[in-house]
């Protein structure tokens, strides 16, 4: 199973729990591979750092606990980000940068045909195959409603933080060729998300379920945690994401996914003693 994953130095939290959830609640013994595309674009704000190599050894160290042939796989798109993307009118887009690297995937060899983005900020409820298994045949791609856009823009406006690509049917629509054309030359309100669905010919819509952005049911394979609105104690937003345990569990009372949480706790905790480690020796 192939998995994608986007963004700089502090994704790190949100793909390990990510895996975990996916790793724990998998019933398959087929091996992931995760492929994380970065960049480096500091010039822009310093925290626009390449996810390091050390952090990608050490995801995939845990990777392969659960499966010795599962890895995670650093790509850096820095040169085709500054080709494509520098200096548009979308760069400094309401979320990041970051979130355009998905639409270079036709772009880079190593992607397979069939892949699963995941935005970091997300978490599995029951199995993964349950999503990755469905066909795709003649489809560009499977995606859910977004939750305030179906109701805001469209009926069937798309989230882009869960997209299961079926890159043969996207190369021959041209859909990511499109897209990058919409970000060069116009203004989006929803950036990479905008140009994603601009550019569609073909997709399945999915259930809820399969991206549930407010709610977490029994029945939810994916729960994201993407900003929200609460209306108490008094209408406001809040972007609380997975790896902030204490507030899910405070805010949202969620106990499902203590399993994985706890052990990103431990592994947090031993990756940053092993730096630790390591930086007293070279002193």
């Known amino acids: 199973m192939n998995l994608l994953f986007s963004g700089n130095d502090y994704?790190?939290?949100?793909?390990?729990?990510?895996?975990?959830?996916?790793?724990?609640?998998?019933?398959?013994?087929?091996?992931?591979?995760?492929?994380?595309?970065?960049?480096?674009?500091?010039?822009?704000?310093?925290?626009?750092?390449?996810?390091?190599?050390?952090?990608?050894?050490?995801?995939?160290?845990?990777?392969?606990?659960?499966?010795?042939?599962?890895?995670?796989?650093?790509?850096?798109?820095?040169?085709?980000?500054?080709?494509?993307?520098?200096?548009?009118?979308?760069?400094?887009?309401?979320?990041?940068?970051?979130?355009?690297?998905?639409?270079?995937?036709?772009?880079?060899?190593?992607?397979?045909?069939?892949?699963l983005y995941l935005d970091a900020d997300i978490m599995f409820n029951r199995e993964i195959e349950l999503l990755y298994d469905i066909d795709i045949t003649g489809y560009e791609y499977a995606a859910a409603r977004d939750h305030y856009g179906k109701y805001l823009t469209h009926p069937n406006s798309i989230n882009a933080g869960v997209l299961l690509f079926n890159m043969d049917e996207c190369r021959k629509t041209g859909l990511f060729e499109k897209a990058r054309n919409l970000i060069k030359t116009k203004k989006l309100i929803f950036a990479d998300q905008s140009a994603i669905f601009r550019s569609t010919t073909r997709k399945k819509m999915l259930p809820q379920r399969f991206n549930d952005q407010k709610f977490l049911h029994k029945h939810t394979v994916v729960r994201h945690f993407s900003k929200r609105l609460f209306w108490l104690p008094y209408p406001h937003t809040d972007n609380i994401k997975q790896w902030h345990v204490t507030k899910v569990h405070k805010v949202f009372g969620y106990d499902a996914f203590d399993d994985s949480l706890y052990e990103y706790i431990y592994l947090r905790r031993k990756y940053e003693t092993e730096r630790e480690l390591e930086s007293a020796k070279e002193k």
């Open 11 to 115: 994704v790190f939290d949100g793909i390990m729990t990510c895996l975990l959830s996916i790793f724990k609640r998998t019933k398959s013994t087929e091996p992931f591979n995760a492929y994380v595309l970065t960049m480096d674009v500091s010039h822009l704000k310093p925290a626009y750092v390449p996810i390091s190599d050390e952090k990608i050894a050490f995801l995939d160290g845990v990777a392969k606990g659960y499966n010795p042939d599962n890895r995670i796989i650093k790509i850096d798109v820095t040169d085709i980000y500054m080709r494509e993307f520098a200096a548009c009118p979308n760069e400094q887009c309401y979320c990041s940068p970051y979130t355009l690297l998905r639409l270079f995937i036709d772009m880079i060899p190593e992607i397979p045909d069939k892949i």
